[in-house]
């Protein structure tokens, strides 16, 4: 007998539905089947997969159909051919159906199951969930057994209380009755059903009688849980599926509040001590306050500053006492991200530190020749965290719970950070150079700030953004006269027809711009105004400004370049129409007292034979360039040069990671010409340069140049080493 639609039951025929693509189900009747066997599909040894199976005994029923089944069939190995029949090979003898493909939806077949199988079915079910969760199921065949859970399962109590914590798992509490201790799989239905692993207890409630009692537990999903939008969790039972719903009028409580809601209940919990141990670490999360000065024992902290570096991390200032060792490890937490910081920041002398707890009787043991309590430490994120996400220090304590230190990190760019830190720091000291290899330089390492943009444009006079040629003048937030640029670029009749972009710091810009807009009309100047936002240095003006026109070419000047003659545009512009049009040309840059200041950038060789990057000439007065010949060098300044914009776009523009623009440039002259964009310097072209510095600090100079030179270095060094020379003079 065959049913004309449903379940099979001549013993002959099986009726196949997809789960899903990875997985079909076969429904039948025949003799007793093991818990798994090998099916062969069309009869072939190739298309044989191995089937979990789950039956029961069916009464009266001739013997060799006596149990039904259920087999879940892997189907990914198998060919998309037309599937017709399926050789069952047991332990007994090997029986073959013939398949039949009539089209039927998975709950219509489940439903003929639930007729035939009769009491069996809540056993059917559970055996098919079992196996259908086997591994790692995906989001499709979770739906499935969701919906086969909700046929399933029956409901048993209310959550009435839940909350995220920081480190992504929910709690929640309510009341069940024989709900599972210990560690459970659940299913957390919200959006959409989601796999998690509950710890969970019980405990004394007196207003539930002996029938059922009060539930706390953490689950944890394999992905993230919101529990504002939890429905329901369904959870193994002694005997079968069961929910426990969330109640209607729940407590959702803040993550900062939820290890209190646990505290409330930990002295009425009945749980193995693993469980309860889970239990009492999440009461005694990070719920806002400082725990460490609370602390029975010599361990106190203190920060100084903590600053978020957007695109990159954390950096933090501080000081920690342990005198007898307590502190097992400090990390940062933000969020799920977990850095431990004892493990490589900065230690630094802190005299003050021990001063201040000199006098304090739970500090007697200290010694008071040591000092090294102060650290410095950056710390990396994946994600810049939101302004309102807990950002806080946790410190394991040797036989005790965790204790905490709260940070109220300020946003700052990288060169914001430093300029705070640098100055305080003795360039001579280990101190120092312990801080570029660890903090400083990973902290640019993995920096990925934003570029500056445009915020505002204004145009003086008929300014053609499409022209031939457009200067660019890069103007950063230590200029203190742009009138005398823009002068000069008005009196020069090769640059007062050109069109010319003006760009830099919206802040600066500000005070500065009206009269830049009135000199620009004054000189009657083609000029275009861009306010910047995230401007640091000339270079990001600079790129702002090329941004601001489609030119063919284009000649880049930081605002700190004056020319020293008329028409030296009109010279770089030649010797780049001289060479293709294809190349980054610059001229000589020399300080207000005539010496040389930059006259190429080149590459030497040292003791060992290795290869570096020299700015040639540099202090020398320029009567040491009478003879000198225009010249291929290994990279031109981008501070005052000519060359094609969409060499500069197609390589992306300067690279973020530097403090000053020095590295900047070099950089960028680096990646023009590994994208073959060579670099030319004309020596007989002069220009003048004052360097520049957005610190007064004597330390901040040195320090923050040889951070530069540790981060290009560990970009470049490598390539440098295998470049060729090009220190011979080009006509």
């Not at 207000?592 to 290869?611: L, P």
């Amino acid at each position: 007998m065959t049913e004309q639609h449903g379940m099979p039951l001549d013993g002959r025929t099986v009726v196949a539905a997809l789960v899903d693509e990875g997985l079909a189900l076969m429904v039948g009747v025949g003799n007793a089947l093991p818990a798994t066997i090998d099916i062969y599909l069309n009869s072939q040894s190739d298309a044989k997969v191995q089937a979990s199976i789950i039956s029961w005994r069916r009464h009266d029923a001739e013997p060799d159909n006596a149990y039904g089944f259920v087999a879940l069939l892997p189907m990914k190995d198998v060919s998309a051919r037309r599937l017709k029949t399926a050789l069952f090979r047991g332990a007994g003898k090997p029986r073959e159906y013939r398949i039949d493909n009539r089209q039927q939806r998975i709950e219509a077949v489940l439903s003929s199951v639930a007729d035939q199988s009769g009491p069996a079915f809540a056993t059917v079910i559970d055996g098919l969930i079992e196996a259908l969760l086997a591994g790692d199921p995906d989001k499709k065949r979770l739906s499935k057994v969701a919906a086969l859970v909700q046929s399933a399962a029956r409901s048993n109590g209310f959550i009435e209380v839940l909350g995220g914590l920081e480190e992504g798992d929910v709690y929640i509490q309510g009341w069940s009755s024989g709900f599972p201790t210990g560690r459970t799989r659940v299913i957390a239905m919200a959006d959409s059903p989601i796999l998690a692993e509950l710890t969970s207890a019980d405990f004394q409630r007196d207003d539930l009688g002996d029938e059922a009692s009060g539930v706390t537990g953490l689950m944890l999903g394999d992905k993230p849980i919101n529990p504002k939008k939890l429905k329901r969790v369904y959870f193994r039972g002694r005997d079968t599926w069961y929910s426990i719903e969330v109640y209607q009028h729940r407590v959702l409580v803040a993550p900062p509040d939820v290890p209190a809601h646990i505290r409330s209940v930990l002295d009425r919990v009945r749980a193995p001590e693993k469980i309860l141990h889970t239990l009492k670490m999440a009461a005694h999360r990070f719920d806002g306050r400082d725990t460490v000065s609370e602390l029975d024992r010599p361990v106190r902290i203190g920060i100084d500053f903590s600053l978020l570096i957007e695109g990159s991390g954390v950096l933090i200032s501080g000081w920690m006492l342990d005198p007898d060792r307590a502190v097992k490890d400090v990390s940062l937490r933000v969020g799920g991200e977990v850095v431990r910081i004892d493990d490589h920041w900065t230690r630094q002398s802190r005299a003050d530190v021990t001063d201040a707890f000199a006098n304090d009787p739970m500090f007697s043991g200290m010694n008071p020749a040591r000092n090294n309590h102060g650290f410095l430490v950056f710390c990396p994120l994946d994600v810049t965290p939101p302004s309102d996400q807990a950002t806080y220090l946790e410190l394991g304590i040797t036989d005790a719970f965790p204790a905490y230190c709260p940070l109220n990190p300020t946003r700052a760019s990288a060169r914001q950070a430093l300029s705070r830190v640098l100055p305080s720091l003795d360039p001579r000291s280990v101190t120092a150079s312990n801080s570029i290899e660890r903090q400083f330089g990973p902290m640019l390492q993995a920096m990925t700030a934003q570029r500056p943009y445009a915020v505002d444009i204004h145009d003086i006079g008929d300014f053609d953004e499409d022209a031939p040629v457009t200067l660019v003048v890069g103007v950063d937030d230590t200029i203190n006269d742009i009138g005398v640029t823009i002068a000069l670029l008005g009196l020069d009749s090769a640059t007062r027809h050109l069109p010319i972009v003006i760009a830099g710091p919206v802040e600066s810009f500000d005070q500065v711009g009206s009269e830049i807009l009135r000199l620009a009309a004054f000189y009657k100047l083609n000029t275009r105004i861009v306010f910047a936002e995230g401007v640091e240095d000339y270079c990001d003006a600079l790129e702002v400004g090329v941004d601001a026109t489609n030119s063919e070419t284009v000649g880049l000047v930081s605002a700190h370049i004056l020319p020293r003659d008329d028409g030296w545009f009109d010279q770089l512009h030649a010797a780049y129409i001289k060479r293709g049009n294809k190349v980054l040309v610059s001229p000589t840059i020399l300080f207000e007292d005539d010496s040389v200041r930059w006259a190429g950038t080149w590459i030497n060789s040292n003791a060992n034979g290795g290869q570096y990057l020299s700015d040639r000439y540099v202090g020398y007065p320029c009567a040491v360039l009478a003879d000198a010949q225009p010249s291929e060098v290994s990279a031109g300044t981008l501070e005052c040069c000519i060359l094609p914009r969409k060499a500069f776009k197609d390589s992306d523009g300067f690279t973020r990671g530097y403090i000053g623009p020095a590295e900047k440039s070099l950089d960028l002259a680096l990646k023009l010409r590994m994208a073959g964009t060579p670099s030319y310097w004309i020596p007989d072209v002069e220009v003048l340069g004052s360097e520049q510095s957005i610190s007064k600090a004597p330390a901040w100079e040195e320090l923050s140049n040889r951070l530069d030179r540790w981060a290009f270095d560990r970009r470049w060094s490598l390539v440098v080493s295998n470049l060729r020379s090009h220190n011979n003079a080009v006509d």
